[in-house]
């Protein structure tokens, strides 16, 4: 379907390839979803187009915290000034909302700065990093410390893995260097490939066993705690053991992931590196895609796990015992949206960019755009499947551009716009739903997965619709934050330059 072809990750490397030299992927695309697959049918690589004008962008750094500092009995350092380390400890009142009686792991966030000062940007910071690594040894007696590199530590060319070699012999915690300056790459998903390369590199050990209950489950932070709860109800009810990675698990949980049966995916764009990674220095087997999103790729996604953990006749009996409760309040639901001219403008990670679309369409919904953080080659088989489906649809891939977004909800006017919570609110005449929370979101609603969350997610899709009124308020009231002569202009990416 598409030119990209996979290369073999080499786990003695430092780190792993940006994901522009290795996928291929893209972070500005405007066009129809037809025009796209004919680009790529033909052989054409996706196009790199660099932005002179960028309103916003995402750190590799910050990426790469937020997921890594829940691993408990773990200490994270900041290699870099204490600026970089700020709003970390703000994870700590996100991450303890989750009330302990839903199986929250107590835990502390041990987080250190080496704190680099301008004299440091000059003569190296090999001493405060040293320092750092010590103190963490002395105050939290961690069994893993993680090491997170700045663009300060880049650019000045600090030796990390020569500290982590000369230092490991006298320290039992296990270091872990993890190579995510912010410069290193324009697509920020680059920062999920350097922590699966460290965490595979430095902490996953060889099988003593193999666990053939056990289910190793990529656990971005799409992958809420009302999520894990739910997978963990239907795990249990077959007889398997999910272990969410690497969000919320223990230093000795990440070693033992490669004795895992499987490694089961909830987004492509996050596990693939991981997935990749276990299984060739491991031999742990994975399936890419689809997540577990709607119906249909539920059961594709348990009769995956299911070749892999010899539960084939529980996996069967689970998807009818779950269809026979979900079908029936799924068919009512669907009445509701008789007759209703509706249209939708998605914004989501690509697992959800090729499922909603075809779920909105299943309710009656016109899909006006998708829009996604990237674009990889691999998900071109996934877009072909949705255009055949539902039609075509605009496609628009920005890492996190409000302007251009403003400028299609300005143009299309559409009635609803699904975005994550990293895409922002905007001002419409039409209403807004969150089509995931953060990881730590409890609630009811926050549960999309699986055969239960396809009913969570379509009520709010109806209760959006039914209930505009926050966004026409908003409209009416508040002047539009940009200019009129940008939304006169008919080429978004004006400030995209192939």
């Known amino acids: 379907m598409s030119n990209f072809e996979y290369k073999k990750i080499n786990i003695d490397d430092d780190t792993s390839p940006k994901r522009e030299d ?3 992927s893209i972070k500005a695309y405007s066009g129809k979803v037809s025009e796209l697959l004919e680009k790529v049918n033909t052989g054409n690589p996706l196009e790199w187009h660099n932005r002179s004008f960028e309103q916003a962008s995402q750190c590799l750094l910050t990426q790469t915290v937020n997921r890594i500092l829940t691993i408990r009995d773990s200490a994270l350092i900041i290699h870099g000034p204490v600026g970089c380390a700020q709003g970390s400890y703000g994870y700590r009142e996100i991450y303890r909302n989750v009330p302990i009686q839903l199986q929250r792991p107590n835990f502390q966030l041990n987080i250190l700065s080496s704190n680099l000062t301008e004299q440091d940007i000059v003569f190296g910071g090999e001493k405060k990093l040293r320092q750092a690594i010590e103190t963490s040894v002395q105050r939290y007696n961690p069994k893993s410390i993680i090491i997170a590199t700045s663009c300060a530590s880049g650019v000045m060319g600090d030796d990390i893995e020569g500290i982590v070699e000369s230092m490991q012999p006298d320290i039992e915690a296990r270091l872990i260097p993890i190579h995510c300056e912010g410069f290193r790459s324009q697509i920020s998903q680059s920062a999920f490939d ?13 099988p003593e066993k193999k666990q053939k209950d056990l289910v190793n489950i990529i656990a971005p932070f799409s992958v809420t705690w009302a999520d894990r709860v739910e997978l963990t109800r239907l795990f249990t009810k077959i007889g398997l053991r999910p ?14 992931i490669s004795e895992a049966a499987v490694t089961a995916p909830t987004c492509p ?10 299984y060739e220095k491991f031999g742990v087997p994975f399936f890419r895609e689809p997540a577990p999103l709607g119906i249909e790729y539920t059961e594709i996604w348990f009769r995956n796990i299911a070749k892999y953990t010899g539960k084939e006749k529980e996996v069967e009996e689970l998807i009818k015992e779950e269809k026979a409760q979900v079908l029936p309040r799924l068919e009512e639901f669907k009445k509701t949206f008789k007759g209703k001219d509706s249209s939708i403008f998605v914004s989501a990670g690509q697992a959800r960019a090729v499922f909603i679309p075809k779920f909105a369409a299943e309710l009656g919904m016109n899909v006006a755009a998708v829009n996604t953080l990237e674009l990889d080659p691999f998900i071109m088989e996934e877009l072909q499947s949705v255009y055949e489906q539902i039609g075509d649809f605009e496609v628009h891939a920005s890492d996190v551009q409000p302007f251009e977004q403003s400028h299609m909800l300005n143009r299309m006017k559409p009635d609803l716009y699904t975005g994550c919570p990293f895409m922002g609110l905007y001002k419409r005449d039409g209403s807004h739903v969150r089509n995931h929370s953060y990881r730590s979101d409890f609630s009811i609603q926050s549960n999309q997965f699986a055969f239960k969350g396809l009913l969570n997610y379509g009520f709010i899709i109806q209760r959006a619709l039914n209930n505009p009124s926050l966004n026409k308020t908003l409209h009416e009231k508040r002047p539009t934050p940009y200019k009129d002569w940008w939304y006169e202009q008919d080429d978004i990416l004006a400030y995209a330059r192939q």
Do not use: C, W
């Open 22 to 24: 290795s996928m291929g």
């Open 194 to 206: 350097a922590t699966a390369h460290a965490i595979v590199k430095y902490l996953v050990k060889a």
């Open 243 to 256: 272990r969410f990675i690497p969000d919320f698990a223990s230093t000795d949980e990440l070693v033992e």
């Open 269 to 278: 764009s996050y596990g693939f590196y991981l997935q990749n990674a276990l």
